[in-house]
């Protein structure tokens, strides 16, 4: 099944901002949003944000999710060496009625 | 504590079969519908199966469609993954996961995962 689509990779300086985009279409991005989760190398993932772009108890405020259109945001301020990690979106898509994730962001922290 | 712990991976050969399970614990397990989610190695994240809170809608990716069946046994705490006709792209790490009670809003449990190895 065709994904969404996310950049491979995103720099950063420590203490800087990163945006990670996650582009879709209305059958699933679009109407339904986009959840977000975070890797760490050898580790499961683990959710940062709901598709409705509230945060898991636990989830720093450094993470915020957003949306508009068919592409959904996460946004991660004053980056740290732990935000090193990869980035997958995740959306439900009702016309294959399938979860569908993007191919992952990898997220380096200079 | 809220957990899910999966187990059955192993080495098969192509063409064999696999059964794993994920037991889970700290939650209502009827409530929530259950994905599984593998990961070939050095790969991204690929959905396989989701099943809702009474096995009354299931779905599967592409390309495991006839090929794995998912199932619960919710008065044991249990996902299973039958996956037979194993191929060599389905060596993986396979993961379950836990869905929000709010459908579809995002896989907010997980488990470790247990590794499929396909090869002869």
């Known amino acids: 099944q065709a994904g969404l689509t996310q950049p491979p990779s995103v720099s950063k300086d420590l203490r800087q901002t990163a945006t990670l985009t996650c582009t879709g279409n209305s059958n699933n991005v679009g109407n339904q949003g986009a959840a977000w989760l975070q890797q760490h190398q050898g580790h499961p993932p683990k959710l940062l944000s709901y598709r409705n772009n509230k945060r898991p108890s636990g989830i720093s405020e450094r993470f915020s999710a957003s949306k508009s259109g068919d592409t959904a945001s996460l946004t991660i301020t004053g980056l740290q060496p732990e935000d090193e990690a990869d980035y997958y979106c995740?959306?439900?898509?009702?016309?294959?009625?399938?979860?569908?994730f993007g191919g992952g962001t990898k997220l380096t922290v200079l | 504590d809220v957990q899910l712990v999966e187990s059955g991976g192993g080495l098969v050969p192509p063409g064999g079969s696999l059964r794993l399970s994920c037991t889970a614990s700290?939650?209502?397990?009827?409530?929530?519908?259950m994905n599984w989610v593998r990961q070939a190695p050095g790969k991204g994240l690929e959905w396989v199966s989701s099943i809702d809170g009474t096995s009354g809608y299931i779905y599967y990716g592409d390309s495991v469609r006839g090929r794995f069946t998912v199932s619960r046994d919710n008065p044991k705490n249990s996902l299973y993954l039958q996956l037979n006709s194993l191929r060599a792209d389905d060596t993986a790490v396979y993961y379950c996961?836990?869905?929000?009670?709010?459908?579809?809003?995002?896989?907010?449990?997980w488990g470790q995962g247990t590794t499929v190895t396909v090869s002869s």
């Open positions: 996961a836990r869905e929000d009670v709010n459908w579809a809003y995002g896989m907010d449990v």
């Open positions: 995740s959306a439900w898509d009702t016309s294959r009625s399938a979860w569908v």
């Open positions: 700290g939650f209502t397990f009827n409530s929530h519908s």
